[in-house]
């Protein structure tokens, strides 16, 4: 199939404004596209490069306003990044692996769905449960009574700890580790005992685990990741956390022990929160931020300690001032 | 044998409160247990589930008030969550593995201990020695020359870099990395060149290390953790660093090169310290600090840069006040 | 060959002062270097033990103060530190392994250079290129497609995703991830799409990754590592990222997505870059901070938000004197 800007259209259900026909081979960022391919501008910071540009179609908003100098055919749509989305995913050439490569370790216990691929030096252990098309990368470890879902695709080096559940549609990707033992230990003396963590790990559908993401199993019951949350790199979820649905949150962010996470929130990278909390939904957290208490539903916070986004901002611009305020201060005291 | 809090009892040291003869199948956290659960109150916040709970017999501390309509089991001991941490230990069933399975690589000078298990896909280098009931999980790697005390645990896609020792009774979780290159280079004009870390890490006994925790060798010498230390996830301990005894460090915290710290401190998550220092013993450090000099034994420290934990306090309500500060002093300049 | 100050006074074309025959065995760090030891002074901290110290040789530089009471043989370099590197650079045995370990999984297209070693259990994909002398370690990951240059070398637990390029003589330390997806998602409703990620990741000539990095690859086009660049362990580089050269960035930074970075920084750890800024070249970054926006060339910068460290330390010993700048402003109200 040639690819257009009436197929472009006619899959994003947009509009065309300039030459119809001419054939797409590509994708690329706008300051990179070259003749033949397709870019997008849905950040506006970038609308100045759609008279620079050699992309031959772009995908754009209904508000864009269009340079008059423009080389490019527009394809309008509602929105721009979503409909990106889709045309990749439309487009993309789909690796799907199947099969099982040698030598692999698949326990004779193991229930194996459909369709599944698993890749030289996998570990498949007693018990295990895979779903239909699941794709388990060289190398990976799924522990003895692990569940993975329809469709969930682990990655080489990632690991799964005994008895951990994964929902249908996940990707864990390398370097994940699911179900480690949670950090809890009692004092003794000088000394500190382990205190076994004999709960699991619970990752609900739609999941994705970003590479080096560590997911903490539960000293009792579960820590759980809802459906829908997107965990990027390198972030730490310590023991019983709960993390509602569709929460997005960046790399290196960390939650400590037994906090409660609602839904739909959006939280930058290098978070901390404490232990122990529990936190409302669709909220946002700055980057960096230090959560030591909750907050409700809707609230925009950052800093550290955390506060209000508006009080973080004049906090950051007074305290520059600070040198100024002693010095009117001596002033001041001078005058008496 | 069936448990009940007449075992419990006897286990822990505890004295019974209500009917000694309930049969418990499995332990819960108190806001989930059910009938036929323990579960325990360690922390006064979830007292208030005391009479809510579903689980027939709590354990608790020795000055826990119990509520007039509780129907659990009482099982009072001096410190509930020690006692928890040894019930768990006396009553979970222990998995331990042993046997080597196939395919692995085990070098035929290594030294392999009674009751080893080596998982399928494991590496085990030239010259390596490995104690008795070492556990090697599956795709672990053991570099040449390593050795690994008895009764030690080493969890899947673990990596011991060669020349290292790692203690009796430690567990290094998955993806943690002990002894890659520590970070150092010598600058040569506008490049670097690299410095070779021909020294090792040592890791003593009773070693916790969480996932994807790394521990760089050193230049030259050692880098060391000190007995009966606890790492959590994600943690960095740069090259030639030396961690004393009993130390617990939360997750994503990170210690530059050289640094020494004592021993039997408490440090929290993503806490940040400058190479080249000495730090003391029995200190608590609040997450998120960055620590850039030594403190005494005993300090209580938080922030960035790090003050004691009651100047920390205040300066973050003054800062909140800053604001007023400014509008003062407009207002003493008005009056002028 | 025996070692002795001549040899190395020969090698760093630096000049003797005392014994140049005395025979070197091994490298120590100063404050525990045994005779037969030779160690080095580069950092005025640790001048003071040049009288105390074992070692028979100390290589230091032109400016040092040789004290009366001096045991050890000196080597007067230009520059101790870049000496010491290319000492033990010359010095150290190497440890190249060659040759293919089994069983390992090499696609039957893929092209293997001369010399390269590929250890068990590695994962060597479709069409993968390796140039010469490449050292790919056990249980190491080589996705379909990847090219890797001359004397590269990919440590144990290393993944690499399909289509990504390194250049030649780079190092990836253990867990390092290259090419996992970038964090992109488009918001549908209450849910989040997946972007797929169809660029990759490229990591140009001599190159370090440490352990546990992760390099997520480009939506579109190409996440870059540039020439000389060196990672520490931990540190998140995300999607569209563009690095210059001989940067070096210490453990725990992470650099949010298609943020471009110029050529030689040096910045610290845990220090955090927010996406879509452009960083100039030549500058410092103190450890921790937080960048919210572009810097210009050379500059000095520290703090969260970021502000140059001249101010930053002002504003450091300011709001440590807030207290007393409230007790001033309550004076000056009385005395109204």
Redesign the interface.
């Known amino acids: 199939m040639k690819i257009t800007p009436e197929v472009i259209a006619s899959l994003t259900g947009g509009s065309i404004e300039g030459n119809p026909a001419v054939e797409i081979k590509g994708?690329?960022?706008i300051e990179?596209a070259k003749e033949g391919e397709i870019s997008f501008i849905a950040?506006p910071?970038y609308a100045h490069y759609a008279t620079t540009t050699e992309a031959s179609v772009l995908l754009v908003g209904d508000d864009f306003e269009a340079p008059a100098n423009l080389r490019a055919t527009l394809v309008r749509v509602a929105?721009p990044?979503?409909s990106?989305?889709?045309l990749?995913?439309a487009l993309?050439p789909k690796?799907r692996k199947s099969g099982i490569?040698s030598?692999s370790?698949v326990d004779e216990t193991a229930e194996i769905g459909e369709g599944v691929y698993i890749?030289?030096?996998a570990?498949i252990g007693r018990g295990v449960k895979l779903g239909r098309n699941v794709q388990i990368?060289?190398?990976a470890?799924v522990?003895?009574g692990v569940e993975i879902g329809d469709d969930s695709i682990v990655?080489?080096?990632a690991?799964i700890?005994?008895g951990c559940r994964i929902g249908e549609r996940c990707?864990l990707?390398?370097?994940s580790?699911i179900g480690?033992?949670g950090?809890?230990?009692?004092?003794?003396g000088?000394?500190?005992?382990?205190?076994?963590q004999?709960g699991i790990v619970v990752i609900e559908d739609?999941v994705?685990i970003?590479?080096?993401t560590?997911v903490?199993r539960a000293?009792?019951?579960e820590t759980r990741i809802g459906k829908?949350t997107?965990l990027?790199?390198?972030i730490?979820i310590?023991h019983?956390v709960s993390l509602g649905?569709?929460n997005?949150i960046?790399?290196?962010t960390?939650i400590?022990g037994s906090t409660k996470i609602g839904?739909?929130n959006r939280i930058g990278?290098?978070v901390?929160f404490?232990g122990?909390i529990k936190f409302g939904s669709r909220c946002e957290v700055g980057?960096?931020s230090?959560i030591n208490k909750g907050y409700r539903d809707g609230s925009r916070i950052i800093g550290?300690?955390a506060?209000d986004i508006e009080?973080f901002a004049?906090?950051?611009v007074?305290?520059?001032?600070?040198?100024e305020?002693?010095k009117?201060?001596d002033n001041?005291?001078k005058?008496?």
């Open positions: 994708f690329a960022k990179e950040n910071k929105d990044y979503a990106l989305a889709m990749l995913s993309t690796s490569e030598p370790h890749g030289a030096f570990y990368y060289p190398q470890y522990g003895d990655r080489p080096h690991t700890y005994e990707i990707h390398s370097g580790v480690a033992d950090f809890g230990f009692a004092p003794d000088d000394e500190y005992k382990k205190i076994p004999v739609d994705e970003g590479a080096n560590t903490d000293t009792m019951g829908g997107k990027d790199n390198l730490q310590a019983n649905s569709n997005v960046a790399a290196q960390g400590a839904d739909s990278g290098q901390g404490a122990h980057a960096q230090g550290y300690p506060t009080t004049r906090m950051s007074l305290q520059r001032r600070l040198p305020l002693f009117e201060i001041l005291k005058k008496q």
